[in-house]
């Protein structure tokens, strides 16, 4: 019915498991082969979906998802008019459907040929401010960056800190001094004593059996 009424797309729910500390390389394959299963299965309408599964529901998100993600490769249509240009212009609803939408479009060269990828952010202004997405963005680009120089590296050992973000919070967040020594300098056998007046009939160190 594409000619009759037009295109339709359909949204797949996904779910991506991360346990274990893949590399990027093995979550991309199992990533791949989830979305190839959810393909397989693509003509449940969502509707129906949440309607089977019956989540919880709340009025403050999305029942199953809060977060999309829309592929755009499809090549854009050329309208041939004699003695008229006609190009594409893109149309803002200024409407958030999710919490976050990503939008990503996959350009093409003259000769067909994938160019570059272009992205956008779409986000609900109740949910998260103008910075928070901003930063969101700067880490999806800092992983996207170390992926593509080796995507054999385990996700887990990613930094998506910046250099003043991990002078923050290791060092700026980390100079509260410990209760016990916050008033005076003492030394460990000095607090060792002090553990020993408190509780003397307690066990203070084991060692095998």
Do not use: C, M
């Not at 080796?150 to 290791?170: F, K, N, S």
């Amino acid at each position: 019915l594409d000619d009759l009424v037009g295109f339709f797309v359909n949204t797949l729910v996904l779910r991506t498991d991360t346990s274990g500390d893949p590399t990027f390389r093995q979550l991309l394959h199992h990533v791949r082969e989830r979305s190839l299963d959810a393909y397989a299965h693509q003509d449940v309408p969502l509707d129906h979906l949440v309607q089977i599964l019956n989540p919880e529901r709340s009025l403050a998100h999305q029942p199953l998802f809060q977060v999309a993600l829309v592929w755009q490769n499809a090549l854009s249509p050329e309208v041939e008019t004699p003695g008229l240009l006609a190009v594409p212009e893109t149309i803002s609803t200024d409407t958030a459907k999710f919490d976050i939408s990503v939008h990503v479009v996959a350009h093409r060269d003259a000769d067909h040929r994938p160019a570059r990828l272009e992205g956008s952010v779409e986000f609900s202004t109740d949910v998260f401010d103008r910075s928070t997405v901003t930063s969101l963005v700067d880490r999806l680009e800092r992983l996207l960056d170390a992926v593509a120089t080796d995507p054999d590296r385990r996700i887990g050992t990613i930094d998506l800190l910046t250099p003043a973000e991990r002078q923050r919070v290791l060092v700026e967040w980390n100079t509260t001094p410990d209760p016990d020594t916050r008033r005076e300098a003492v030394s460990i056998p000095e607090l060792f004593a002090r553990q020993v007046q408190r509780v003397p009939d307690a066990t203070a160190v084991v060692f095998g059996d």
